[in-house]
């Protein structure tokens, strides 16, 4: 059971869209919770329709999951790094981190049990090893931990932002500046609850750094570094400065003809200090071959 105190900017927002927030779990998964009768507030079962007042201190009991009923999945990782600390891994796109409803077993968690016995368990027993996550259309680097104590030490030096991540993005349109900074304040869209929004009186601050690395006609290559790390924040930043990420079916309009088969935006770089040794590691991954296709249509203007 956990008690979570409800944020009192979360005022008259209804019980399921907030701990889906702030949970950061989809909001049907918290809405199984809520109907099974596993959220209350002072011994009472609340419904996900209840509008929150605000300072509350909710009592939730997730349903429970056995760890062994993770199916092991026959997937070929493609492994950057190992050591018996953590391994670095090269998630393609279209593979789901962690199980949830519509993913449990075909995951990058069920094809990491199949090949390791020791992960650890610091964010329960659905997500072995995940420290960070990537959107499932998103390919690139995720880092994946052996024990807790590594683990706690990467997730210590991820919230001091000493982890520089390096993504790479095709966006639709066009900047006059070479390089930049966006700096809004992320939270869950009144219009669309998938999204993320800038609202600057309830939202947590988002700062994203870009350089364009290459031009064409309508479209932009970017390297983008994070500064923080919310929810959709490439994606949702890259709207915000009308240059949405081609591909991006969730984030944008128009952006689809080019390709529609998910948003082109690679995790192609990590460094930091190794929580052990204390030396500086940097791992690379190349962009993938049909997101290497687009560019090379595009450089020879078709």
């Known amino acids: 059971m956990n008690?979570?105190?409800?944020?009192s900017e979360a005022k008259n927002k209804r019980l399921d869209i907030v701990l889906a927030e702030l949970l950061k779990l989809p909001r049907a998964q918290v809405q199984q919770v809520i109907k099974a009768g596993n959220v209350t507030l002072l011994?009472?079962?609340?419904?996900?329709?209840?509008?929150?007042?605000?300072?509350?201190?909710?009592?939730?009991?997730p349903l429970e999951v056995i760890t062994s009923d993770l199916t092991p999945y026959d997937?070929?990782?493609d492994i950057i790094y190992e050591d018996e600390y953590f391994v670095i891994v090269n998630k393609p796109a279209g593979l789901v981190v962690h199980p949830s409803y519509g993913h449990k077993d075909d995951?990058?968690?069920?094809?990491?049990?199949a090949r390791y016995?020791?992960?650890?368990?610091?964010?329960?027993?659905?997500?072995?090893?995940?420290?960070?996550?990537?959107?499932?259309?998103?390919?690139?680097l995720l880092i994946v931990c052996k024990n807790n104590d590594v683990h706690n030490k990467l997730a210590a030096l991820l919230k001091k932002h000493e982890i520089t991540r390096t993504y790479y993005a095709l966006v639709?349109?066009?900047?006059?500046?070479?390089?930049?900074?966006?700096?809004?304040?992320?939270?869950?869209s009144k219009e669309n609850y998938q999204k993320m929004a800038n609202t600057p009186a309830t939202g947590k601050l988002a700062i994203t750094h870009f350089a364009v690395k290459e031009r064409f006609h309508k479209y932009m290559l970017l390297k983008v570094n994070l500064e923080t790390?919310?929810?959709?924040?490439?994606?949702?930043?890259?709207?915000?400065?009308?240059?949405?990420?081609?591909?991006d079916k969730l984030y944008g309009k128009d952006n689809l003809k080019l390709y529609n088969k998910g948003q082109l935006l690679h995790a192609g770089e990590l460094s930091f200090k190794h929580p052990i040794t204390r030396k500086?590691?940097?791992?690379?991954?190349?962009?993938?071959?049909?997101?290497?296709?687009?560019?090379?249509?595009?450089?020879?203007g078709l």
């Open 3 to 7: 008690i979570i105190k409800i944020p």
């Open 43 to 61: 011994g009472n079962a609340l419904k996900a329709s209840y509008k929150v007042n605000g300072d509350e201190e909710i009592r939730y009991t």
């Open 75 to 77: 997937f070929k990782l």
């Open 107 to 113: 995951t990058l968690v069920n094809a990491l049990i």
């Open 117 to 140: 016995k020791d992960l650890s368990d610091v964010n329960g027993p659905f997500r072995p090893g995940i420290v960070h996550r990537l959107d499932k259309e998103t390919s690139g």
């Open 172 to 188: 639709q349109g066009h900047l006059h500046e070479d390089a930049g900074v966006i700096k809004t304040y992320l939270t869950r």
């Open 229 to 247: 790390g919310r929810t959709h924040q490439i994606r949702a930043h890259m709207e915000y400065i009308n240059t949405p990420i081609v591909g």
């Open 280 to 300: 500086e590691v940097r791992f690379k991954a190349p962009l993938p071959p049909y997101f290497n296709d687009i560019l090379n249509r595009l450089r020879q």
